[in-house]
């Protein structure tokens, strides 16, 4: 059986069975998915009638976090019809021990048309790296423009949003 404070994080199949012959052995195979990100350990505990009965082996996993965009929303400041801002940078994160497949990453939501998008991030992430996705506002209308920026992919996360704002003004006239 596992126990321990992350027993849940642990799994184990054997080949045992009830008996095992003299000078026999069996498999135990363990695998881990991880609940939470940081160190997660647990014991391996086989409870049988030999006078060093139970056995214990040590279990310890490290759990990634999973893909995120930071910031979680952008705001972007009045802008003129038909202008278009000043870019702001949104940080796509892969701190998951294997490489991120990118299926999409768009402009979704009400306003979405007022919003554009550009990024170096490709098709795939590396583990551990990261990548900026670039997003401009240009109005179409005035008053609060909202969308979000999605990043559909292969995590268990996936879709990643971020929130976008921003607010369209009217051209100046002569009163």
Do not use: E, H, W, Y
Request: proline share 5%.
């Amino acid at each position: 059986a596992v126990k321990g404070t992350n027993s849940g994080d642990f799994g184990q199949t054997n080949s045992c069975g009830t008996s095992l012959a003299a000078g026999a052995s069996c498999t135990i195979n363990v695998t881990f998915t991880p609940t939470a990100s940081g160190t997660r350990t647990a014991s391996l505990t086989v409870t049988d009638n030999a006078s060093n009965s139970p056995q214990t082996a040590g279990l310890t996993g490290t759990g990634a976090g999973l893909p995120s965009l930071t910031p979680a929303s952008l705001t972007f400041s009045s802008q003129t019809l038909g202008t278009t801002s000043t870019a702001q940078s949104v940080t796509l994160s892969n701190p998951q021990a294997t490489a991120l497949g990118i299926t999409s990453i768009a402009v979704t939501g009400a306003n979405s048309g007022d919003f554009g998008q550009t990024s170096n991030c490709g098709s795939s992430l590396a583990a551990g790296a990261s990548c900026t996705i670039n997003v401009t506002f240009t109005p179409t209308a005035t008053g609060s423009r909202t969308a979000s920026l999605t990043v559909t992919d292969n995590a268990s996360n996936s879709p990643q949003t971020a929130g976008l704002t921003g607010t369209g003004a009217g051209l100046p006239s002569l009163a």
